[in-house]
Structures are given as structure tokens and as C-alpha cells.
């Protein structure tokens, strides 16, 4: 069982410094998630993937911030110019059906702390 | 704009005491799931409720999906140093392309 597997697990960067996040999806799942969660919060949606497609994203997914899915398998999240309030846990998760409703296998999440 | 809200925020009981914690929104959902998150790792599914007026047992838990598909609750009987966690909620909507999540409780067991 390969589960979602995401990489780094931690980040520390300085203001101002570029970073990429990667996620490998379980390889059966069409669908793939991103989520940021602050601490003491619930995760909040960034972006969405089916197959290689970006179909949604969220108003909190500012133009530093881009998505890639680019042959529908694992996927990138990079954030340009980091600022001190993008420190949080990246979340990335692909979906499956479970009893006839979507559900979220999650990896284990990169913590990005900025300086 | 989906919104969950969950109640209450932070819990504290002694070990073998009985919980519930809820779940509440003005939308209705195609489903709505119970995670479960521990410090520094990704949420982990606990169960996922589909029909109106549905109840779910795993072990010690049972869950409870409302008639409107509003709302939700998770009881726990005789808790245990091992349920403490983040318990989030999640609703399911746009036929299942997305998934909103409420802010979560946060359960501490003592031994």
C-alpha cells in the first residue's frame, strides 16, 4: 500500500524564496487535492486535478501560488515570494468511492515555516 | 459557500467518560465524513455517512448523519487515552468534486 505520499515533510525558507511541494497520489486516483491548514484549523481547499485538468481553485490560491498535474499522476504546488503567512501544513490528497461517496486519502503533509 | 461548523472547539474528559461532538452547516451534503488527525500527519478517515437518518458504529464510535443531510454527530462511549485527537468533519458536495471541512474538536483523554 503506496498511500499518498508527499515530500518535503518540512520546509524552512526565508522570506522572499521561492518552494515547490510534490505529491504522489495513490496511483488509482483520478482526483487530486490540495488543502492548507493553519494551526488549530480545519483544512481549507486550495485546488483541485482530475487526471491532468485544474478544474477548480480557490480565491485563497493568490497568483504565487500554482498548481501542476502535468500528466495526471503526482502533482507540484509552488509558492513564489513566500510571505510569512504562508507558514502552514500543505495537505495533498487523492480521492476515491467508498460505499457511493467520494472520500480523501491524505498524505502525511509539508510543514512550510517561513522566516 | 458551504460552511461547517463543529462544537464544541476543544474537550477534556477523563478516561472512561462518554463524549459527543457535532456537526452543523445550512447546506446539504451528498455525504459527510469523520476524520480523524494527530499532530504533524494528514487527517485519516474514520466513516463516511451517506443517507439521511444514518447511523454508523465502529467500536466505541457511533455516528450519526442527519434526516436533512445538514448535520452530523460523533458519539464516543468510554473514551480512551488512544481517541485523543483533531476530529474533523468534512461535507461532500458538487457530486463529489469537493470536499468542505469544519474548523474541528479537539479531544484530550486523560489517563
Known amino acids: 500500500d503506496t498511500g499518498v505520499s508527499q515530500d518535503p515533510r518540512h520546509k524552512i525558507t526565508k522570506r522572499g524564496q521561492n518552494v515547490t511541494f510534490r505529491c504522489d497520489p495513490i496511483?488509482?486516483?483520478?482526483?487530486l487535492y490540495w488543502y492548507r491548514q493553519t494551526l488549530g484549523q480545519g483544512p481549507e481547499f486550495l485546488t483541485y486535478f482530475q487526471n491532468e485538468a485544474q478544474l477548480e481553485k480557490s480565491r485563497l490560491l493568490s497568483d504565487r501560488f500554482s498548481a501542476e498535474r502535468p500528466k495526471g499522476s503526482f502533482s507540484t504546488l509552488e509558492i513564489q515570494r513566500t510571505e510569512q503567512g504562508d507558514s502552514a501544513m500543505y495537505l495533498c490528497?487523492?480521492?476515491?468511492?467508498?460505499?457511493?461517496?467520494?472520500?480523501?486519502?491524505f498524505g502525511a503533509g509539508s510543514r512550510l515555516t517561513v522566516l | 459557500t458551504q460552511l461547517l461548523e463543529q462544537s464544541p472547539q476543544f474537550l477534556s474528559i477523563q478516561e472512561g467518560e462518554n463524549l459527543t461532538v457535532y456537526c452543523n452547516s445550512s447546506?446539504?451534503?451528498?455525504?459527510l465524513q469523520w476524520y480523524r488527525q494527530e499532530p504533524g500527519e494528514g487527517p485519516v478517515l474514520l466513516v463516511t455517512v451517506v443517507t439521511g437518518g444514518e447511523v454508523k458504529k465502529l467500536k466505541r464510535l457511533t455516528f450519526q448523519f442527519g434526516d436533512a443531510r445538514k448535520d452530523s454527530s460523533l458519539h464516543i462511549t468510554a473514551a480512551q487515552p488512544g481517541d485523543t485527537g483533531l476530529y474533523l468533519c468534512?461535507?461532500?458536495?458538487?457530486?463529489?468534486?469537493?470536499?468542505?471541512f469544519g474548523p474541528g474538536t479537539r479531544l484530550s483523554v486523560l489517563p
Open positions: 468534512a461535507g461532500e458536495y458538487n457530486y463529489g468534486q469537493n470536499f468542505v
Open positions: 490528497a487523492s480521492s476515491s468511492t467508498v460505499a457511493g461517496a467520494n472520500v480523501l486519502t
Open positions: 447546506s446539504v451534503f451528498s455525504s
Open positions: 496511483s488509482e486516483h483520478n482526483r
